[in-house]
Structures are given as structure tokens and as C-alpha cells.
């Protein structure tokens, strides 16, 4: 029997901890382990899989009751329960809070000063433009709602946040000192 792990432990074998990558946890997996264990003073091996729900978070333990075999040390008639745990794998894009994202899109200073249109890519691969109109400070953020993580508590998705970050020249021609010191900011 498998169910997510709620309440007090009884006797747990083994925890295993194992990995899975942001977008494994927005579609949901199966992951597939290997396990030796002893049943009845025998050693026997046993492939499980550990289905992982769209949104779990770290930390999140799934137990197989029962499954885990004899454990030194407790009763040899009883086998122990053995416990996945999940991990997160870190992401080179995004960082997690809870089912909201995060992610930082770097832009020139022409852009942020004159305004365009960025694209970036959801947890998800899907293409999302943002329209950047007027002047963009460093550190401007964008909502973009239902495109974060699957929140198991109210089955729905978080948010994705866009944080800008102008990246300046650095130098600068005569020519467009010039054409800056012209200016009137």
C-alpha cells in the first residue's frame, strides 16, 4: 500500500532520499528504485516506483507499508515501512516558493529605457511575452499569473515572478556621450 507519509512513524526501515528537476515536479513522474531488503532472515530485492504528484514540495515522504522487511533490533515477524523522500534538483532558471516561481530575465539599457518585448519560457516550455512599455528599473517585477507550480491545497497553480535586471554598458563611445549628455533624464 502506498500513501503519503501523515502522522507519526511506526518502524521505518530506510529513508531514501532521491532527486527530481522542477519540471518532473510541475508534470508529475514515476521514479523506480531498487531496494534490498530481508524478508524472513532472506535477502530479497524488489523494484519499487514511487509516483511523484504534480506539486509536491521538498520534504514530501512516501511511504510503502510494511515493505520494508525485517529491521534489527524490532519484532521479526513485523516488517518496517520504507520511506522515499523527495528532493529538489537545483534549476538554472527558476527558484521555488512553495508553488510560486521565480526567475530573472536580464535586459540592455535601451530596452529599459525605451521600452520592448520579452520572452521567456515557462516551467512548462511554453513561450510567455511580456511587453516591457515605458522606462524598466533595475529590479522590476511582473506577475505572471497560473504559471508557477500546481498548489496541492487548492489544486491550483501558483504564480511565475519576472525580476528585470539592466545590464549598463560598459563604456561608451564620443558619440554617444554626446548623444547622452544631450539627453534630458
Given at each position: 500500500?502506498?500513501?503519503s507519509?501523515?502522522?507519526s512513524?511506526?518502524?521505518?526501515?530506510?529513508?531514501?532520499?532521491?532527486?527530481c528537476?522542477?519540471?518532473?515536479?510541475?508534470?508529475?513522474?514515476?521514479?523506480?528504485?531498487?531496494?534490498?531488503?530481508?524478508?524472513?532472515?532472506?535477502?530479497?530485492?524488489?523494484?519499487?516506483?514511487?509516483?511523484?504528484?504534480?506539486?509536491?514540495?521538498?520534504?514530501?515522504?512516501?511511504?510503502?507499508?510494511?515493505?520494508?522487511?525485517?529491521?534489527?533490533?524490532?519484532?521479526?515477524?513485523?516488517?518496517?515501512?520504507?520511506?522515499?523522500?523527495?528532493?529538489?534538483?537545483?534549476?538554472?532558471?527558476?527558484?521555488?516558493?512553495?508553488?510560486?516561481?521565480?526567475?530573472?530575465?536580464?535586459?540592455?539599457?535601451?530596452?529599459?529605457?525605451?521600452?520592448t518585448?520579452?520572452?521567456?519560457?515557462?516551467?512548462?516550455?511554453?513561450?510567455?511575452?511580456?511587453?516591457?512599455?515605458?522606462?524598466?528599473?533595475?529590479?522590476?517585477?511582473?506577475?505572471?499569473?497560473?504559471?508557477?507550480?500546481?498548489?496541492?491545497?487548492?489544486?491550483?497553480?501558483?504564480?511565475?515572478?519576472?525580476?528585470?535586471?539592466?545590464?549598463?554598458?560598459?563604456?561608451?563611445?564620443?558619440?554617444?556621450?554626446?548623444?547622452?549628455?544631450?539627453?534630458?533624464?
Open positions: 500500500m502506498l500513501r507519509l501523515v502522522g512513524e511506526m518502524c521505518i526501515r530506510d529513508r531514501y532520499t532521491f532527486s528537476t522542477l519540471e518532473e515536479i510541475h508534470s508529475g513522474c514515476i521514479k523506480k528504485f531498487n531496494v534490498e531488503r530481508t524478508i524472513n532472515g532472506t535477502a530479497d530485492k524488489k523494484q519499487f516506483e514511487v509516483q511523484v504528484q504534480s506539486g509536491y514540495k521538498k520534504g514530501t515522504k512516501v511511504r510503502f507499508e510494511r515493505e520494508g522487511g525485517q529491521v534489527q533490533g524490532y519484532n521479526p515477524s513485523q516488517s518496517a515501512d520504507l520511506v522515499f523522500v523527495l528532493d529538489e534538483k537545483p534549476h538554472p532558471r527558476f527558484q521555488r516558493d512553495g508553488a510560486n516561481l521565480k526567475t530573472t530575465v536580464h535586459i540592455n539599457l535601451k530596452q529599459a529605457l525605451l521600452g518585448t520579452v520572452t521567456v519560457n515557462g516551467i512548462d516550455g511554453k513561450a510567455i511575452s511580456l511587453p516591457l512599455t515605458g522606462v524598466t528599473n533595475n529590479g522590476r517585477k511582473l506577475k505572471v499569473s497560473g504559471e508557477g507550480l500546481m498548489d496541492r491545497k487548492i489544486n491550483q497553480r501558483g504564480d511565475l515572478f519576472v525580476e528585470f535586471q539592466v545590464q549598463m554598458p560598459k563604456s561608451l563611445d564620443d558619440k554617444t556621450r554626446a548623444l547622452v549628455e544631450q539627453m534630458n533624464l
